[in-house]
């Protein structure tokens, strides 16, 4: 299945490790609230899963512009694009999720599951210029 | 006289005889533990006093959007937090503000309100228009031409010409609709810097938020100001502290920090944990704390806060700490500024936790006052579309499933929305009924929670109607009181009225 593809689960009752009581995949996840032991400082336990395969579950930030290969994943919803805000607005734990291809765009308002290799440290978009400290590439996401 | 005198004899002779007649006759119910809690709490309601002195000092605490059903999800929360029981838990303002009443919140133009005209409500005593703070029904909102013949004065305004001391707390913005009340008037409550102001077709001749805060010349000025909005104070050519990634917003070159700190040279800055615990108060006449960029954190994730920030408590602790040492008084505003922001949310547990953490705030300050000369009130700008559902047994989690399945064959929680972000939006995936369902299983999109932890802090609780945030609602909300003058707060009553009562219990603001 091609990697932008929005996998729509049919599995209704298939929700995030954030909230599920059962362990449910191989692949390690992390929860946006594990992100950091405080403030910006990462927590040892994200730390070490740089340059790993993860999931994690969040949602998907109303894009900047279509056609675009990159979202913001969010803790919470986020109705507005994140960057149309005053900077002092922004969420501090925003994960920046990049897709092979033009993302599909999801309503911000649902709860989607993303799985992509996990990068940490301040690293800057070549083509727009963004700068990200989380990321995961080469992403694939479903509805939670 | 005399006959008047004789025939209180005779009842009070009657009485005495009755009595013993009606203990013979008890009731089946008497040693019921429930008939005899209410006996206890019986006896107390009729040893109540009201207090009609004057009061020294004046408290408001607002819960923003802190409807009814938040604090009764919130007293079950803390209790069953604590390992108690949860439904007869209470919140510390239900047990020491004895004094209830139910508040009209509607504004001039609206059903349902907004922050900015019901905070005006209660720091003005007038009723106005929504999104509009510190004015009048005269006001036109965004149209600043209406600015001056609609303008109010706050209680704040009025206490510190009297000489009283003022502060205003929040977890919010500091320049945000409800602490605004205590000082700015505006036509428009977006308007917080000077770029907002800018977007404004109306504008010209108004003064942002910000700027009216700093400016704010009655009295010696407030004399205690903590909040978050640092960003709303600094320049956008300077880094932000905290998070030097992001810089302020104003684009007129004004540091209000600064500007702050050159008109009060007895005064202290603090933009952290650290600062704010080492501030002296004996020896700070004057304190400008703001601790976030935009606002505070929620109580559920202040732990992780990068340079640390106080709680509600503390800052509330500090404060009338600083405003005691005026003799004559102080008025204070104390805002939970995001109960509302987790309800927008469609976050339950926040709103819960920030709750707790109010409740938490008017214990601190019951003890750290004298309550017999404080009046103290706790009440809700506004209400949320929020509701306890369901018949879960007692002790149920509060954030958990309200036990029965819908007629989709799928559980729901206790606790949900009527909109919001919670609301299941349909996106070409089939309804499916859950596995074992019957026939006539009715088929509906929203998630299957049967394997969700829904007591998780980062939950959204379903809702009906699909809205990027969940709304305010129109029903009324709760005053609560104690200390001078309390006992005026009774029935149902207009918001406004609580300007009026705490004008009177301290003697000023045209109090009759």
């Known amino acids: 299945m091609d990697r932008r593809t929005f996998i729509a689960s049919t599995i209704a009752g298939l929700a995030v490790p954030a909230l599920v009581r059962p362990a449910l995949a191989e692949t390690p996840s992390l929860r946006f609230r594990d992100l950091y032991s405080r403030g910006m400082e990462l927590a040892p336990e994200a730390a070490a899963l740089d340059g790993s395969t993860i999931s994690i579950a969040g949602y998907m930030a109303p894009p900047l512009k279509p056609e675009v290969g990159f979202f913001v994943l969010t803790k919470l919803p986020m109705a507005t694009c994140p960057f149309c805000n005053d900077a002092s607005d922004w969420p501090t734990d925003l994960v920046v999720a990049y897709a092979a291809d033009p993302i599909d765009v999801v309503r911000f308002s649902t709860l989607i599951m993303v799985e992509g290799r996990f990068e940490t440290g301040f690293k800057t978009d070549a083509d727009t210029g963004f700068v990200s400290f989380l990321r995961l590439m080469d992403v694939t996401y479903s509805r939670a | ?512």
């Open chain 2, 1 to 512: 006289m005399i006959r008047l005198a004789r025939v209180l004899v005779s009842t009070v002779s009657t009485l005495a005889l009755a009595a013993p007649a009606l203990a013979q006759t008890a009731l089946p119910q008497a040693s019921d533990s429930y008939f005899v809690s209410a006996q206890e709490q019986l006896a107390a309601l009729v040893a109540q006093q009201p207090n009609t002195g004057k009061a020294r000092n004046v408290i408001l605490f607002v819960g923003d959007g802190m409807s009814i059903p938040t604090i009764t999800a919130a007293r079950i929360f803390e209790g069953q937090e604590r390992g108690v029981d949860g439904e007869s838990n209470s919140l510390s303002f239900e047990t020491l503000l004895p004094y209830v009443a139910l508040s009209k919140t509607y504004t001039r133009d609206s059903q349902v309100a907004d922050s900015a005209p019901t905070a005006t409500a209660m720091t003005t005593g007038v009723k106005s228009l929504n999104g509009t703070i510190g004015v009048s029904q005269l006001a036109v909102l965004d149209d600043c031409s209406t600015l001056a013949a609609s303008s109010v004065k706050s209680i704040f305004e009025i206490a510190e010409e009297a000489g009283l001391a003022t502060g205003v707390v929040s977890t919010a913005r500091i320049t945000h609709a409800t602490p605004a009340a205590t000082y700015a008037h505006t036509v428009e409550r977006d308007w917080e810097n000077d770029m907002g102001l800018a977007k404004g077709e109306k504008s010209t001749g108004c003064t942002d938020i910000a700027t009216q805060l700093v400016d704010w010349s009655f009295g010696d000025g407030f004399e205690v100001i903590l909040g978050g909005g640092r960003s709303n104070f600094m320049t956008a050519e300077t880094a932000d502290p905290e998070y030097p990634e992001k810089t302020g917003a104003r684009k007129d070159g004004h540091d209000l920090i600064g500007e702050w700190q050159a008109k009060y040279n007895d005064g202290a800055y603090v933009w952290n944990q650290e600062q704010f615990d080492a501030v002296d108060t004996a020896t700070t006449k004057h304190l400008f704390g703001l601790f976030e960029g935009s606002h505070m954190q929620y109580e559920a994730d202040r732990a992780k806060d990068a340079a640390g920030e106080p709680s509600l408590a503390e800052m509330t602790v500090k404060s009338i700490e600083m405003l005691s040492q005026n003799k004559d008084g102080f008025v204070l505003m104390v805002e939970a500024g995001r109960i509302d922001h987790a309800h927008h949310a469609g976050n339950a547990a926040r709103a819960l936790m920030d709750t707790v953490a109010l409740s938490e705030a008017v214990k601190a300050a019951y003890d750290a006052v004298n309550p017999e000369e404080t009046l103290i009130v706790v009440t809700a700008d506004h209400s949320h579309v929020f509701s306890i559902a369901g018949y879960p047994v007692r002790g149920n989690p509060i954030l958990g499933l309200a036990g029965d399945n819908a007629d989709d064959g799928k559980p729901y929680t206790t606790l949900g929305y009527l909109n919001g972000p919670g609301a299941a939006v349909y996106e070409g995936e089939a309804p499916v009924a859950p596995e074992g369902s019957d026939a006539d299983t009715a088929l509906t999109i929203r998630a299957d929670l049967t394997n969700v932890d829904t007591t998780d802090v980062d939950f959204l609780q379903q809702a009906l109607i699909p809205m990027g945030s969940e709304s305010h609602a129109g029903d009324d909300v709760a005053i609560f009181a104690q200390g001078p003058w309390a006992h005026l707060f009774h029935g149902v009553v207009e918001q406004n009225i609580i300007y009026h009562v705490m004008a009177k219990a301290i003697g000023l603001g045209g109090a009759k």
